[in-house]
Protein backbone atom coordinates (compact mmCIF):
# COMPACT_ATOMS: atom_id res chain seq x y z
CA UNK A 1 0.00 0.00 0.00
CA UNK A 2 2.90 2.29 0.77
CA UNK A 3 4.47 1.58 -2.48
CA UNK A 4 1.52 2.84 -4.42
CA UNK A 5 0.77 6.18 -2.61
CA UNK A 6 3.71 7.90 -3.61
CA UNK A 7 2.26 11.37 -3.25
CA UNK A 8 4.57 13.68 -0.84
CA UNK A 9 7.79 11.42 -1.75
CA UNK A 10 10.98 12.67 -2.76
CA UNK A 11 12.56 11.27 -6.08
CA UNK A 12 16.35 12.07 -6.36
CA UNK A 13 17.34 12.05 -10.01
CA UNK A 14 20.16 15.39 -10.27
CA UNK A 15 18.03 16.87 -12.79
CA UNK A 16 18.51 20.88 -12.50
CA UNK A 17 14.34 21.20 -11.74
CA UNK A 18 15.70 19.62 -8.58
CA UNK A 19 18.13 22.35 -7.77
CA UNK A 20 15.87 25.10 -8.10
CA UNK A 21 14.85 26.92 -5.02
CA UNK A 22 11.66 25.65 -3.33
CA UNK A 23 10.57 28.99 -3.54
CA UNK A 24 10.57 29.12 -7.55
CA UNK A 25 8.44 26.10 -7.71
CA UNK A 26 5.75 27.30 -5.10
CA UNK A 27 5.32 29.93 -7.38
CA UNK A 28 5.49 28.08 -10.72
CA UNK A 29 2.59 25.72 -8.85
CA UNK A 30 0.30 28.37 -8.06
CA UNK A 31 0.62 30.00 -11.31
CA UNK A 32 -0.19 26.51 -12.87
CA UNK A 33 -3.44 26.65 -10.96
CA UNK A 34 -4.57 29.97 -12.34
CA UNK A 35 -3.77 28.45 -15.64
CA UNK A 36 -5.77 24.80 -14.87
CA UNK A 37 -8.85 27.35 -13.95
CA UNK A 38 -8.52 29.31 -17.28
CA UNK A 39 -8.63 25.90 -19.83
CA UNK A 40 -12.26 26.15 -21.11
CA UNK A 41 -11.22 24.21 -24.39
CA UNK A 42 -9.76 21.04 -25.93
CA UNK A 43 -7.23 23.48 -27.60
CA UNK A 44 -6.10 24.37 -24.23
CA UNK A 45 -5.86 21.19 -22.18
CA UNK A 46 -3.51 19.89 -25.62
CA UNK A 47 -1.25 22.99 -24.91
CA UNK A 48 -0.83 22.38 -21.12
CA UNK A 49 -0.47 18.61 -21.70
CA UNK A 50 2.40 19.45 -23.98
CA UNK A 51 3.85 21.62 -21.17
CA UNK A 52 3.32 19.82 -18.67
CA UNK A 53 5.08 16.59 -20.47
CA UNK A 54 7.86 18.47 -21.54
CA UNK A 55 8.18 20.17 -17.52
CA UNK A 56 7.92 16.38 -16.20
CA UNK A 57 10.46 14.97 -18.47
CA UNK A 58 12.98 17.90 -17.24
CA UNK A 59 12.61 16.23 -13.64
CA UNK A 60 14.35 13.05 -15.02
CA UNK A 61 11.59 10.88 -13.15
CA UNK A 62 9.71 8.24 -14.77
CA UNK A 63 6.33 9.14 -15.87
CA UNK A 64 4.53 6.09 -14.11
CA UNK A 65 5.02 7.95 -10.96
CA UNK A 66 3.31 10.56 -11.99
CA UNK A 67 0.22 8.55 -12.77
CA UNK A 68 0.65 6.69 -9.76
CA UNK A 69 0.13 9.81 -7.68
CA UNK A 70 -3.15 10.19 -9.71
CA UNK A 71 -4.19 7.11 -9.24
CA UNK A 72 -5.31 7.41 -5.64
CA UNK A 73 -7.84 10.15 -6.59
CA UNK A 74 -9.46 8.09 -9.77
CA UNK A 75 -12.61 7.92 -7.73
CA UNK A 76 -13.02 11.89 -7.40
CA UNK A 77 -12.26 12.72 -10.27
CA UNK A 78 -14.96 10.00 -12.37
CA UNK A 79 -17.11 11.09 -9.67
CA UNK A 80 -16.63 15.41 -10.88
CA UNK A 81 -16.59 14.17 -14.21
CA UNK A 82 -20.28 12.05 -14.17
CA UNK A 83 -21.64 15.00 -12.09
CA UNK A 84 -20.86 17.46 -15.08
CA UNK A 85 -22.38 14.55 -17.72
CA UNK A 86 -25.47 14.19 -15.78
CA UNK A 87 -26.71 18.04 -14.42
CA UNK A 88 -25.38 19.86 -17.19
CA UNK A 89 -28.01 20.99 -19.71
CA UNK A 90 -25.44 23.16 -21.85
CA UNK A 91 -25.42 21.86 -25.57
CA UNK A 92 -27.91 20.47 -27.88
CA UNK A 93 -29.75 16.97 -26.44
CA UNK A 94 -27.71 13.57 -27.46
CA UNK A 95 -29.50 10.63 -25.75
CA UNK A 96 -32.31 10.59 -23.16
CA UNK A 97 -32.78 7.47 -20.97
CA UNK A 98 -35.78 7.71 -18.75
CA UNK A 99 -35.44 10.87 -16.55
CA UNK A 100 -31.96 11.42 -17.55
CA UNK A 101 -30.48 13.21 -20.68
CA UNK A 102 -27.22 13.71 -21.74
CA UNK A 103 -26.18 17.03 -23.55
CA UNK A 104 -22.81 17.78 -25.30
CA UNK A 105 -22.16 20.55 -23.11
CA UNK A 106 -22.28 17.98 -19.90
CA UNK A 107 -20.07 15.44 -21.76
CA UNK A 108 -17.42 18.19 -22.98
CA UNK A 109 -17.88 19.75 -19.40
CA UNK A 110 -17.16 16.79 -17.95
CA UNK A 111 -14.24 15.78 -20.01
CA UNK A 112 -12.47 19.08 -19.40
CA UNK A 113 -13.16 18.75 -15.86
CA UNK A 114 -11.53 15.54 -15.32
CA UNK A 115 -8.68 16.00 -18.10
CA UNK A 116 -7.98 19.41 -15.54
CA UNK A 117 -7.65 17.07 -12.54
CA UNK A 118 -5.45 14.73 -13.54
CA UNK A 119 -3.24 17.60 -15.00
CA UNK A 120 -3.20 19.40 -12.02
CA UNK A 121 -2.67 16.80 -9.72
CA UNK A 122 -0.02 14.94 -11.74
CA UNK A 123 2.03 18.23 -12.34
CA UNK A 124 1.47 19.70 -8.78
CA UNK A 125 3.51 16.34 -7.38
CA UNK A 126 6.91 17.49 -9.13
CA UNK A 127 6.56 20.21 -5.90
CA UNK A 128 6.98 17.04 -4.01
CA UNK A 129 9.09 14.93 -6.04
CA UNK A 130 11.72 17.39 -6.67
CA UNK A 131 12.14 19.17 -3.01
CA UNK A 132 12.79 17.54 0.06
CA UNK A 133 10.60 18.37 2.65
CA UNK A 134 13.30 20.49 4.59
CA UNK A 135 14.02 22.65 1.66
CA UNK A 136 10.17 23.07 1.11
CA UNK A 137 9.40 23.57 4.69
CA UNK A 138 12.11 26.52 4.56
CA UNK A 139 10.62 27.90 0.75
CA UNK A 140 7.15 27.61 2.35
CA UNK A 141 8.07 29.93 5.31
CA UNK A 142 9.84 32.19 3.02
CA UNK A 143 7.43 32.34 0.72
CA UNK A 144 4.00 32.84 3.23
CA UNK A 145 6.42 35.59 4.89
CA UNK A 146 3.90 38.58 4.12
CA UNK A 147 1.24 37.07 5.97
CA UNK A 148 3.08 38.23 8.78
CA UNK A 149 0.92 41.80 8.33
CA UNK A 150 -2.25 39.79 8.83
CA UNK A 151 -1.31 38.23 12.15
CA UNK A 152 -0.69 34.77 11.19
CA UNK A 153 2.05 32.93 11.64
CA UNK A 154 4.22 31.43 8.66
CA UNK A 155 5.84 29.39 10.76
CA UNK A 156 2.81 27.53 12.09
CA UNK A 157 1.63 27.00 8.46
CA UNK A 158 4.92 25.62 7.20
CA UNK A 159 5.33 23.68 10.37
CA UNK A 160 1.68 21.85 9.69
CA UNK A 161 2.13 21.72 5.78
CA UNK A 162 5.75 19.59 6.49
CA UNK A 163 4.36 17.56 9.32
CA UNK A 164 1.20 16.01 7.02
CA UNK A 165 3.91 15.64 4.22
CA UNK A 166 5.91 13.17 7.25
CA UNK A 167 2.70 11.96 8.36
CA UNK A 168 0.92 10.44 4.63
CA UNK A 169 3.73 7.71 4.51
CA UNK A 170 3.42 7.00 8.03
CA UNK A 171 -0.05 6.56 8.17
CA UNK A 172 -0.10 4.16 4.88
CA UNK A 173 2.94 2.19 6.33
CA UNK A 174 0.48 1.78 9.89
CA UNK A 175 -2.18 0.88 7.29
CA UNK A 176 0.19 -1.82 5.43
CA UNK A 177 1.17 -3.49 8.73
CA UNK A 178 -1.97 -3.87 9.86
CA UNK A 179 -3.16 -5.57 6.87
CA UNK A 180 -0.15 -7.68 6.38
CA UNK A 181 -1.12 -8.62 10.12
CA UNK A 182 -4.78 -9.65 9.28
CA UNK A 183 -3.27 -11.88 6.23
CA UNK A 184 -0.50 -13.88 8.71
CA UNK A 185 -4.16 -15.14 10.27
CA UNK A 186 -5.33 -16.58 7.14
CA UNK A 187 -7.30 -13.38 6.24
CA UNK A 188 -6.95 -12.73 2.22
CA UNK A 189 -8.28 -9.22 1.26
CA UNK A 190 -8.07 -10.26 -2.35
CA UNK A 191 -10.60 -12.76 -2.48
CA UNK A 192 -13.56 -10.90 -0.86
CA UNK A 193 -16.00 -8.98 -2.78
CA UNK A 194 -16.07 -5.29 -3.66
CA UNK A 195 -18.43 -4.55 -0.51
CA UNK A 196 -16.58 -6.86 1.70
CA UNK A 197 -13.18 -5.00 1.26
CA UNK A 198 -15.04 -1.17 1.73
CA UNK A 199 -16.27 -2.18 4.78
CA UNK A 200 -12.45 -3.68 5.73
CA UNK A 201 -11.39 -0.74 5.10
CA UNK A 202 -13.50 0.94 7.01
CA UNK A 203 -12.90 -0.63 9.99
CA UNK A 204 -8.87 0.09 9.36
CA UNK A 205 -10.01 3.70 10.63
CA UNK A 206 -9.88 3.22 14.24
CA UNK A 207 -6.35 1.52 14.87
CA UNK A 208 -4.93 4.09 11.88
CA UNK A 209 -6.61 6.70 13.60
CA UNK A 210 -5.19 5.69 16.79
CA UNK A 211 -1.85 5.31 15.76
CA UNK A 212 -1.72 8.71 13.94
CA UNK A 213 -2.38 10.36 17.32
CA UNK A 214 0.15 8.28 18.96
CA UNK A 215 2.88 9.64 16.90
CA UNK A 216 1.96 12.71 16.98
CA UNK A 217 1.76 12.63 20.89
CA UNK A 218 5.44 10.76 20.62
CA UNK A 219 6.22 14.20 18.10
CA UNK A 220 5.04 16.77 20.64
CA UNK A 221 7.19 15.02 23.19
CA UNK A 222 10.02 14.65 21.18
CA UNK A 223 9.98 18.29 20.00
CA UNK A 224 9.51 19.93 23.31
CA UNK A 225 12.22 17.55 24.74
CA UNK A 226 14.39 19.44 22.13
CA UNK A 227 13.52 22.70 23.14
CA UNK A 228 11.51 23.30 20.41
CA UNK A 229 9.45 26.89 20.63
CA UNK A 230 7.78 28.54 17.56
CA UNK A 231 8.46 32.04 17.05
CA UNK A 232 12.24 31.52 18.30
CA UNK A 233 15.15 32.75 16.25
CA UNK A 234 16.30 29.48 14.77
CA UNK A 235 19.49 29.17 12.38
CA UNK A 236 19.29 27.24 9.35
CA UNK A 237 21.78 24.52 7.82
CA UNK A 238 19.79 25.18 4.32
CA UNK A 239 20.21 29.00 2.72
CA UNK A 240 17.44 29.60 0.12
CA UNK A 241 19.36 31.06 -2.76
CA UNK A 242 17.85 32.91 -5.99
CA UNK A 243 19.07 32.26 -9.18
CA UNK A 244 18.91 33.40 -12.90
CA UNK A 245 17.19 29.30 -13.37
CA UNK A 246 14.90 29.94 -10.47
CA UNK A 247 14.02 33.14 -12.62
CA UNK A 248 13.70 31.49 -16.22
CA UNK A 249 11.15 28.56 -14.47
CA UNK A 250 8.66 31.06 -13.05
CA UNK A 251 9.11 33.00 -16.23
CA UNK A 252 8.05 30.16 -18.43
CA UNK A 253 4.61 29.90 -16.12
CA UNK A 254 4.16 33.51 -16.38
CA UNK A 255 4.36 32.96 -20.62
CA UNK A 256 1.87 29.97 -19.99
CA UNK A 257 -1.01 32.06 -18.44
CA UNK A 258 -0.35 34.87 -21.26
CA UNK A 259 -0.64 31.82 -23.68
CA UNK A 260 -3.88 30.56 -21.95
CA UNK A 261 -5.06 34.18 -22.35
CA UNK A 262 -4.63 34.27 -25.77
CA UNK A 263 -6.75 31.03 -26.04
Known amino acids: MRNKIIMGRYIETGSWVHGLDPRAKVAAMLLFMVVI ?12 TVFSILIMSFTRIPFIFYSRAVKPLLFLIGFIALFQILFNTGGARI ?8 YSGGIERGVLSALRMILFISFTAILTF ?3 PERLTHGLESFFAPLRWVRLSPQKITLMISIALRFIPSIFEEAEKILKAQASRGFVLKERTLREKA ?10 SVGAF ?7 DSMESR ?13 LVWGSKD ?8 LLVALMVLL
Not at 95 to 102: H, I
Not at 214 to 220: C, H, K, N, P, Q
Open 227 to 239: GYRLGMPRSRFYV
Open 130 to 132: TTT
Open 214 to 220: RRASELV
Open 37 to 48: FMINSFIGVIAV
Open 95 to 102: VSVGPVSL
Open 247 to 254: TFFVLIFV
Open 199 to 208: SILMTLLVPV
